[in-house]
């Protein structure tokens, strides 16, 4: 049985992990916690440490590498900070079978290390370091898994006022809820751009405008590359309403390829993305609602696709564990008639893949969803996730995209399930530095994964984490 040899190996590997991971935490003067405003954010650049040039901080531990001192002044400081992070991920029936080497076990190391130097109040220099190794995949490990040390992140922040900022170098472009330009967090090296972005704050506007183009990971020695002939520019703004329970984004995003993928074929695209997202909280309620459409041009066709996405929770405060209890709908369109010159496939720019997924396993393109999603707080250090979710295709003249440009094609059959999914996680932080979390979930092929001899999918996971 899968779960039982996903024990075993569990074991065999948690040694390992523990190791190397718990060796960084027993250094001297590493204290669980030294100040209620040391946090350690999921990007890294929005952290701010410049509260320690205060008289009367006091830095303990680790928190000393936040605020290293430079000038008399305390204008010109460098912030210092990491991450390893160990994962194991036990697969059976891979793509449900459908591609080679189906089953497999998956051992992920990513380390990173990172400088941030503000040499004035107006002007700032980030640098980021990684390395990423994994063993195990089949058949062979993909391009953002696996790297030599090389340039992560490497960027330099001007800003001539308080409400604005121009940046310039390589860097990581999260917008909005990350549903259309993410971190890639998921898997082993996280995405990057070489790009130019401002940043202007009115009042409660907030506007971004950029350009850049995705980073190719490499795996040799300091040899990523921008992707050539691919580009991702646009504009994203954000108005925060003038209650807490209503704000609004509205975005025109553009990303270029030289080769797309779909079933109707393999030509150069130009997508264009429009859309608005409405969101907030009301007492217990909170709501995330977005939709988009798309134009552009395929090859010498046209493009015309739309998506939707609502979220809609309601948190028992007064409950044991505070749980939330959500319903999730998702869509997006799919290719209505081969050769007919319109591509009505959607597909976001660099998504969050759990665009269409509780657990970031595909593509958003011809499908739709329904999901019932609890997440609940035994302690303030425990958080348990549970969720159900049915998955089919929108369009039956469409493939069924698992990844990004590779869709499965279902030709012949007018079945329309994809899968029956259910998925369990518990995320566990015990201290600010340390993340441990297991996930177990189990995809039951639809009837048209089943028609092209697709198989019933399980995964184990388990990953630790020490960030500084």
């Keep these: 049985m899968l779960f039982g040899r996903a024990a075993a190996l569990i074991r065999s590997r948690v040694a390992q992990i523990f190791s190397s991971a718990f060796a960084l935490a027993i250094c001297p003067g590493a204290p669980a916690f030294a100040s209620d405003r040391y946090t350690i954010k999921q990007v890294r650049w929005e952290e701010d440490y410049s509260y320690l040039a205060a008289p009367d901080a006091k830095p303990r531990g680790l928190e000393r590498l936040k605020y290293i001192p430079l000038s008399a002044d305390g204008t010109f400081w460098l912030s210092l900070g990491g991450e390893i992070k160990n994962r194991l991920d036990v697969i059976d029936n891979a793509q449900f079978a459908l591609r080679s080497q189906a089953t497999y076990t998956v051992y992920q190391l990513r380390t990173l290390l990172h400088g941030d130097l503000h040499i004035a109040k107006w002007f700032r220099v980030f640098a980021q370091f990684g390395y990423f190794d994994e063993k195990g995949r089949k058949p062979a490990p993909r391009s953002y898994d696996i790297s030599a040390v090389?340039?992560?992140?490497?960027?330099?922040?001007?800003?001539?006022?308080?409400?604005?900022?121009?940046?310039?170098?390589r860097q990581e472009l999260p917008l909005g809820d990350l549903r259309l330009s993410d971190l890639r967090d998921g898997y082993n090296i996280r995405r990057s751009f070489d790009a130019a972005r401002a940043d202007l704050q009115i009042t409660n506007l907030q506007l971004t405008g950029f350009w850049g183009q995705p980073v190719l990971n490499r795996k040799g020695l300091f040899d990523d590359r921008a992707a050539?002939?691919?580009?991702?520019?646009g504009v994203y703004a954000t108005l925060a309403g003038p209650a807490l329970w209503a704000s609004v984004d509205a975005y025109w995003l553009v990303r270029v390829k030289p080769n797309a993928v779909f079933s109707d074929g393999t030509a150069r695209e130009r997508r264009d993305t429009f859309g608005a997202r409405v969101y907030g909280a009301l007492g217990g309620w909170d709501y995330n609602v977005q939709g988009l459409v798309q134009t552009g041009r395929f090859g010498t066709g046209r493009i015309l696709a739309y998506a939707a996405t609502s979220d809609i929770g309601w948190t028992a405060t007064a409950w044991p564990w505070t749980?939330?209890?959500?319903?999730?709908?998702?869509?997006?369109?799919?290719?209505?008639?081969?050769?007919?010159?319109?591509?009505?496939?959607?597909?976001?720019?660099?998504?969050?893949?759990s665009y269409l997924s509780l657990t970031s396993a595909y593509w958003p393109g011809n499908a739709w969803s329904l999901s019932a999603i609890g997440v609940a707080k035994p302690d303030d250090?425990?958080?348990?996730?549970?969720?159900?979710?049915?998955?089919?295709?929108?369009?039956?003249?469409?493939?069924?995209?698992?990844?990004?440009?590779?869709?499965?094609?279902?030709?012949?059959?007018?079945?329309?399930?994809?899968?029956?999914?259910?998925?369990?996680r518990v995320r566990w932080e015990p201290t600010l530095h340390w993340t441990l979390s297991g996930t177990m979930l189990y995809q039951f092929a639809g009837t048209a994964t089943r028609a092209v001899g697709g198989k019933n999918v399980a995964i184990g996971s388990m990953s630790v984490d020490w960030r500084f």
Excluded: C, H, W
């Design 381 to 424: 250090k425990t958080t348990v996730y549970l969720g159900a979710q049915y998955m089919a295709r929108a369009s039956t003249q469409d493939g069924f995209y698992y990844g990004p440009e590779s869709p499965i094609s279902l030709a012949g059959s007018g079945a329309r399930g994809l899968m029956t999914e259910v998925y369990s």
């Design 150 to 169: 090389d340039l992560q992140q490497g960027f330099a922040d001007v800003s001539p006022a308080s409400f604005a900022r121009l940046r310039i170098g």
């Design 228 to 233: 050539k002939g691919e580009s991702f520019y």
């Design 323 to 353: 749980p939330r209890l959500g319903v999730r709908a998702d869509f997006g369109s799919g290719d209505l008639k081969r050769g007919d010159n319109v591509l009505n496939s959607f597909d976001a720019p660099y998504p969050n893949t």
